[in-house]
């Protein structure tokens, strides 16, 4: 059995097979776009793992010979001294999982190779960066070092906890760094909150993930290169817009972890003509391909644009329905498949409520609205407060930012706040998975945890706060404003039009009749 799959053009195979993420890198480089190369570690490898408790025969030899095939495509060597090769080793199952597995980044960056590549690029606090970034990583990872760790020793404590736990040939050998590293991905899919996760969306248990390993590019190389997120329409409304958030001089994990506050996609065309053309010519191949709204991960180094992942659809409910509509519109699709386009979860959510601006509102803060929808509830600082709590009442979690560690408490809140991030932060795309009311880069929020209480606008407040929030606007307010509900949806009627005409009657058990016992 063939247990790993290149990422070419020419690879076949479903996502069930090479997972989501490996699958949609397939089809970017069948689209002309530019993706590093690697190749993926198919999901039938992680269900005998899990089995097996060990690689399963034959997968050792594959993974060492794949590693040659990326050695010789990219004239470089995996912790070589020079033209080092790093490698990035990331989870993807067929289903979408938003931050529920591992992924280890710059990964064969050994001494000797962050010297190399220190050498090759002039720039050695790049080279340590990169170094510091893969040791704490491997670590968490595949030690389990409290994540909460990462990043706050130096490259010499993370050295020593490695050779600690590992043993010392571990550190310069970057072949076994791999193997281990691939270990680790495959078991995260049997991780508490990857099971939790997939238990809330209803996602069989036996798919496994897939591991795709492909060449570094490096987002945190100088001031010409940097990582961010791309939709290409506005995820909260639809509009045909490119929609997005942007780091400069950094790592993709910064722009997604929530821990860094981001810059607006649309800072890209100022800074980086080039790149910020690319992208867009890349929004529209990936759309007109999929006859969706897409959004795509990428990373651009030394002002050359790289793509990432991509993934269709997922939009929120008045969104769906625009983007449904507007497609229709623009002879995408027909009006048949723009009504099968929106889920009733969807339908659901279209007449949005929101705080109503007219009225008396204390305001506590105000951040980016990235999951439409109100939430009311008392404050909760942590994760497994806000599932104690939310036994007796709704719950609005707030956090300097979220990790999967806090999916629990996710799970159990009405509403999250967050600090720090943006509309891809860790906190806004798993909200949006759960349809739950987000305000994310509330800037001036501060989280006293060890306090178990919240400081906004100069103001204390303890947990256990009635606060209400507004994930359209991004507002937080105390107590419970009034709410008001919009009175119609040109884009919604638009649909019911056409679910009217396509259903030809309206007895129960129509198409139009159903859409109108949503709303």
């Known amino acids: 059995m063939t247990w790993i799959h290149p990422l070419s053009p020419e690879t076949g195979g479903s996502a069930a097979v090479l997972g989501g993420k490996a699958y949609g890198l397939v089809v970017l480089r069948r689209l002309g776009l530019p993706v590093p190369p690697g190749f993926v570690i198919g999901t039938g490898a992680c269900r005998a793992f899990l089995r097996d408790g060990r690689f399963p025969d034959g997968l050792g030899a594959e993974l060492a010979a794949a590693v040659s095939e990326l050695e010789a495509a990219t004239g470089r060597r995996l912790g070589g001294a020079e033209r080092p090769l790093a490698v ?188 910020w053309a690319g992208l867009l010519a890349a929004l529209s191949r990936v759309e007109g391909h999929y006859r969706d709204a897409c959004h795509v991960e990428f990373t651009f180094e030394a002002g050359r644009l790289w793509i990432l992942q991509v993934r269709p659809g997922g939009l929120a409910g008045r969104a769906a329905v625009r983007v449904a509509v507007d497609l229709a519109d623009e002879g995408v699709i027909d009006r048949r498949e723009a009504l099968l386009r929106v889920s009733p979860r969807q339908l659901d959510q279209v007449r949005t409520p929101r705080i109503d601006p007219s009225g008396v509102l204390d305001l506590l803060t105000r951040g980016v609205g990235a999951c439409p929808g109100v939430a009311t509830g008392r404050v909760a600082t942590t994760a497994d407060t806000a599932a104690r709590m939310a036994a007796e009442g709704p719950v609005i979690l707030v956090r300097p930012e979220t990790s999967p560690l806090d999916l629990h408490g996710l799970a159990a809140a009405a509403g999250v706040v967050t600090a720090r991030g943006g509309p891809a932060s860790h906190a806004a795309v798993v909200a949006r998975s759960m349809g739950r009311p987000a305000v994310v880069g509330a800037a001036d929020l501060e989280v006293d945890v060890a306090a178990a209480r919240v400081r906004a606008g100069g103001r204390a407040i303890p947990e256990g706060t009635l606060v209400t929030i507004d994930g359209t606007g991004g507002e937080v307010a105390a107590g419970s404003p009034r709410i008001v509900t919009a009175a119609s949806d040109p884009h919604l009627d638009r649909l019911l039009e056409w679910a009217d005409a396509v259903s030809g009657d309206r007895s129960p058990g129509s198409a139009a009749e159903r859409l109108r016992r949503a709303h």
Not at 143 to 148: E, M, R
Not at 251 to 262: A, C, H, N
């Open 88 to 275: 990035s080793v990331r989870s993807g199952a067929s289903v979408s999982m938003p931050g529920m597995m591992s992924t280890i980044l710059n990964l064969g960056l050994t001494a000797e190779a962050a010297e190399g590549l220190a050498a090759e690029t002039g720039d050695q606090r790049f080279a340590l960066d990169s170094r510091l970034r893969f040791l704490s990583g491997f670590a968490a990872t595949v030690l389990g070092v409290d994540p909460a760790a990462r990043g706050a020793g130096g490259i010499g404590e993370f050295e020593a906890l490695i050779r600690e736990r590992a043993g010392h040939a571990v550190l310069d050998d970057p072949a076994r760094q791999l193997e281990l590293a691939v270990g680790a991905v495959l078991a995260s899919w049997d991780t508490p909150r990857a099971r939790t996760y997939r238990e809330l969306h209803e996602i069989p248990h036996d798919l496994g993930t897939a591991v795709t390993v492909q060449a570094m590019v490096f987002g945190n190389r100088g001031d010409h290169s940097g990582s961010g997120v791309a939709f290409s329409r506005d995820p909260n409304t639809g509009e045909r817009v490119p929609y997005g958030e942007v780091l400069f001089g950094r790592q993709g994990e910064d722009v997604v972890s929530g821990r860094t506050i981001t810059r607006p996609l649309a800072e890209l065309a100022g800074r980086e003509p080039a790149v």
